[in-house]
C-alpha cells in the first residue's frame, strides 16, 4: 500500500477513527510496461521492504536470474525496519536515551550478532521458549537504570499500553484468502478480508507468545514482543525459519504469483503478461488486508480505548507496524 493513514477522534469519549489519504495503486503504474520495467518501477515506489516487494514482483513475472530469492539481503532489511524501531524511534518516544551506537553495530557488524544481542537482552537464555515466569523475571530485571537496554524498552512500552485496549486475534492469512481476493478481481462476490497478514503467526506458537496471549486475543504488547523476538533472530542469523511461511502459498498458487516474506509480514503480488507487456498487476500487502473493513488495523484501533495518551498510541502503531506513514491528529508517525 502507498499512501497515508490518519487516526482521529480518541477524545471526549469519541472512538478513534481510520482514514486513508493520497492512495496510490502501484500496480496500476505497472501496467503496460515490459516486466524488466515494471520491476525496476517496483523497487523505485516501495522504499520499506524493497528487497521482499522486488522478490516477490520478479517471481510473478517469471523474470530470468530473479528465480532464486536473495534471503540474506530480505533478512538484513528486515533486521533493519526492527533495528529502528526498538533501538531508535520507541526509545526516543518513551524518553529512554536512543541506542544509535547500537543501531550501527547491528546493522554494519554481522558477526557479532550473538554478542551484541546478549549486551541488549542481558541474558543468553532465548526470550521465545520462556514461560510466563521467566520472561517477568527478564522483564524485572530492566526495572533499574543499570538493567540491559531491551528489559528496560519493553517494560516501558508494557506501562504505556497498560489498559488501553487495541487487542486483536484472527487466523493467518492463508493461500486459499488470497485466491478468494484475486477472484474478486474477475468479479466474483467479495470475500471476508479479516486474515492476520503480520509477523504474528510465525511467532505464535513460542511457549513466551502462548504467555502473552490473552483469552484468543493478542495484545500490543505481544506484537511487540514478536518484533523483538524476530530483531533478535535476525541478529542471531537463525532467523531462516520465518521464510518457510512462504512455501505453502508458492506451492498453490503457481505462475503469476510472487510472495515475500518482508518486516510487515505477508506480500503477495499477482501479475498477468500478455504480448510481452503487464496487463494486470496486484500487490496484496500486509497493511492492504490489515486496513480491509474488519481487517486487523482498522479492528485495532476501534478497540483503542479513547483518552489514552499519545505514547500509548504511538506503542501500538510500533506493535501493528503499518507499511505506511500514519498521522495521529497533528502528529506524524513514519
Given at each position: 500500500?502507498?499512501?497515508?493513514?490518519?487516526?482521529?477522534?480518541?477524545?471526549?469519549?469519541?472512538?478513534?477513527?481510520?482514514?486513508?489519504?493520497?492512495?496510490?495503486?502501484?500496480?496500476?503504474?505497472?501496467?503496460?510496461?515490459?516486466?524488466?520495467?515494471?520491476?525496476?518501477?517496483?523497487?523505485?515506489?516501495?522504499?520499506?521492504?524493497?528487497?521482499?516487494?522486488?522478490?516477490?514482483?520478479?517471481?510473478?513475472?517469471?523474470?530470468?536470474?530473479?528465480?532464486?530469492?536473495?534471503?540474506?539481503?530480505?533478512?538484513?532489511?528486515?533486521?533493519?525496519?526492527h533495528a529502528l524501531a526498538l533501538l531508535v524511534t520507541l526509545p526516543a518516544q518513551?524518553?529512554?536515551?536512543?541506542?544509535?551506537?547500537?543501531?550501527?553495530?547491528?546493522?554494519?557488524?554481522?558477526?557479532?550478532?550473538?554478542?551484541?544481542?546478549?549486551?541488549?537482552?542481558?541474558?543468553?537464555?532465548?526470550?521465545?521458549?520462556?514461560?510466563?515466569?521467566?520472561?517477568?523475571?527478564?522483564?524485572?530485571?530492566?526495572?533499574?537504570?543499570?538493567?540491559?537496554?531491551?528489559?528496560?524498552?519493553?517494560?516501558?512500552?508494557?506501562?504505556?499500553?497498560?489498559?488501553?485496549?487495541?487487542?486483536?486475534?484472527?487466523?493467518?492469512?492463508?493461500?486459499?484468502?488470497?485466491?478468494?481476493?484475486?477472484?474478486?478481481?474477475?468479479?466474483?462476490?467479495?470475500?471476508?478480508?479479516?486474515?492476520?497478514?503480520?509477523?504474528?503467526?510465525?511467532?505464535?506458537?513460542?511457549?513466551?507468545?502462548?504467555?502473552?496471549?490473552?483469552?484468543?486475543?493478542?495484545?500490543?504488547?505481544?506484537?511487540?514482543?514478536?518484533?523483538?523476538?524476530?530483531?533478535?533472530?535476525?541478529?542471531?542469523?537463525?532467523?531462516?525459519?520465518?521464510?518457510?511461511?512462504?512455501?505453502?502459498?508458492?506451492?498453490?498458487?503457481?505462475?503469476?504469483?510472487?510472495?515475500?516474506?518482508?518486516?510487515?509480514?505477508?506480500?503477495?503480488?499477482?501479475?498477468?503478461?500478455?504480448?510481452?507487456?503487464?496487463?494486470?498487476?496486484?500487490?496484496?500487502?500486509?497493511?492492504?488486508?490489515?486496513?480491509?473493513?474488519?481487517?486487523?488495523?482498522?479492528?485495532?484501533?476501534?478497540?483503542?480505548?479513547?483518552?489514552?495518551?499519545?505514547?500509548?498510541?504511538?506503542?501500538?502503531?510500533?506493535?501493528?507496524?503499518?507499511?505506511?506513514?500514519?498521522?495521529?491528529?497533528?502528529?506524524?508517525?513514519?
Amino acid at each position: 500500500m502507498i499512501g497515508t493513514i490518519l487516526l482521529r477522534g480518541g477524545q471526549a469519549g469519541q472512538p478513534w477513527q481510520v482514514q486513508t489519504h493520497n492512495v496510490v495503486d502501484a500496480g496500476l503504474l505497472c501496467a503496460g510496461l515490459p516486466p524488466e520495467q515494471a520491476l525496476a518501477l517496483i523497487g523505485r515506489v516501495f522504499g520499506l521492504c524493497r528487497v521482499a516487494h522486488m522478490a516477490a514482483s520478479a517471481r510473478a513475472m517469471g523474470l530470468a536470474g530473479h528465480a532464486v530469492p536473495d534471503h540474506a539481503r530480505m533478512q538484513d532489511e528486515i533486521l533493519q525496519d526492527h533495528a529502528l524501531a526498538l533501538l531508535v524511534t520507541l526509545p526516543a518516544q518513551l524518553n529512554l536515551p536512543p541506542q544509535r551506537e547500537s543501531l550501527c553495530r547491528v546493522l554494519q557488524d554481522r558477526q557479532a550478532g550473538r554478542a551484541i544481542a546478549g549486551e541488549l537482552t542481558g541474558t543468553n537464555v532465548s526470550l521465545a521458549y520462556m514461560n510466563a515466569q521467566a520472561f517477568e523475571a527478564w522483564l524485572a530485571t530492566g526495572q533499574t537504570e543499570n538493567g540491559a537496554f531491551l528489559p528496560r524498552l519493553l517494560n516501558c512500552c508494557r506501562s504505556a499500553l497498560q489498559g488501553v485496549g487495541a487487542a486483536v486475534g484472527m487466523a493467518g492469512l492463508t493461500p486459499q484468502a488470497v485466491q478468494a481476493r484475486l477472484a474478486h478481481e474477475q468479479g466474483q462476490p467479495v470475500p471476508a478480508m479479516a486474515y492476520d497478514a503480520s509477523i504474528w503467526p510465525d511467532y505464535a506458537h513460542y511457549p513466551v507468545m502462548q504467555a502473552l496471549a490473552e483469552a484468543g486475543e493478542v495484545t500490543p504488547f505481544a506484537r511487540l514482543v514478536a518484533r523483538l523476538l524476530e530483531f533478535l533472530a535476525c541478529l542471531e542469523g537463525h532467523a531462516g525459519g520465518m521464510f518457510a511461511r512462504v512455501n505453502p502459498f508458492l506451492a498453490s498458487m503457481g505462475a503469476g504469483f510472487g510472495v515475500a516474506r518482508a518486516a510487515r509480514g505477508m506480500l503477495v503480488h499477482a501479475v498477468q503478461v500478455r504480448n510481452g507487456l503487464v496487463t494486470d498487476y496486484q500487490i496484496l500487502s500486509p497493511t492492504f488486508w490489515h486496513m480491509a473493513e474488519g481487517g486487523l488495523f482498522r479492528q485495532a484501533i476501534s478497540r483503542l480505548r479513547p483518552g489514552c495518551a499519545k505514547l500509548s498510541v504511538e506503542c501500538v502503531l510500533a506493535a501493528l507496524n503499518p507499511c505506511v506513514p500514519v498521522t495521529v491528529g497533528a502528529t506524524h508517525h513514519a
